[in-house]
């Protein structure tokens, strides 16, 4: 079936510690988002690619960075994880961009001690 | 700031009985969605309804629109308990051409047995 995959599901780093996700979609959408969700609130957008083309939110800040090697991967890079990084991470892909359904991966919950 | 805010935060309900819950937004939109996300998953897209729809069905599910009082309502009949997730509104923002997904707080629905 086609899908997201996020891994891993649950990692656990240290303050500091740069710390990798990854993304893979196998429904060869255009666009790949990043979203971050703290518990109990709604998922917020860090950045989006569309293609090749990156774009970031204006508020997402300098320690998070983004890849796209090619159309089915996508990851998302934590410099220096905080305390206040320690969220759910959520990886989704859309046909193209804005006004279409986004398909969701499962998360990946980030701890950081 | 956020585009989607929902009514009620929590809702609880006995198995069988029906679900509404409500979203309201403040600026123009193209579409409106629906996503569920069961507790430490991603979300999954319910329905999406555009702006020059009124009503839309999907099995159990009815969402309807009023652009005039800028609100969408949710309603899930003959709940059961597999239906036991928080549920997100998202709208994508016209103003500034962005058009990104904005999610509202969500609802939280637990249906007891």
């Known amino acids: 079936d086609a899908m997201v995959i996020q891994n891993p599901r649950y990692q656990v780093t240290q303050f500091g510690k740069p710390v990798t996700l990854s993304c893979s979609q196998t429904?060869?959408?255009?666009?790949m988002y990043w979203y971050q969700q703290k518990s109990s609130q709604a998922p917020k957008l860090l950045f989006h690619y569309y293609d090749k083309d990156f774009n970031n939110e204006a508020d997402t800040p300098d320690n998070f960075q983004s890849r796209r090697p090619n159309t089915s991967f996508c990851f998302l890079d934590i410099r220096s994880p905080g305390l206040g990084d320690a969220a759910m991470y959520l990886c989704?892909?859309?046909?193209?961009?804005?006004?279409?359904?986004?398909?969701f991966g499962p998360g990946t919950r980030l701890l950081v001690l | 700031s956020q585009q989607g805010e929902e009514d009620p935060q929590a809702l609880s309900i006995q198995e069988g009985e029906n679900a509404t819950m409500n979203c309201s937004y403040k600026t123009s939109i193209n579409n409106l969605q629906w996503y569920r996300q069961n507790s430490g998953r991603g979300l999954v897209h319910l329905i999406l309804i555009r702006s020059n729809e009124r009503e839309k069905h999907s099995g159990r599910l009815r969402v309807t629109l009023d652009t005039s009082k800028k609100s969408s309502s949710l309603l899930i009949t003959a709940s059961r308990a597999a239906d036991t997730a928080s549920y997100f509104c998202?709208?994508?923002?016209?103003?500034?051409?962005?058009?990104?997904?904005?999610f509202g707080q969500g609802t939280t629905l637990q249906v007891k047995p």
């Open positions: 989704a892909t859309s046909r193209d961009r804005w006004q279409e359904t986004q398909y």
């Open positions: 998202a709208t994508d923002a016209v103003s500034g051409n962005t058009g990104k997904l904005i």
């Open positions: 429904l060869n959408h255009n666009v």
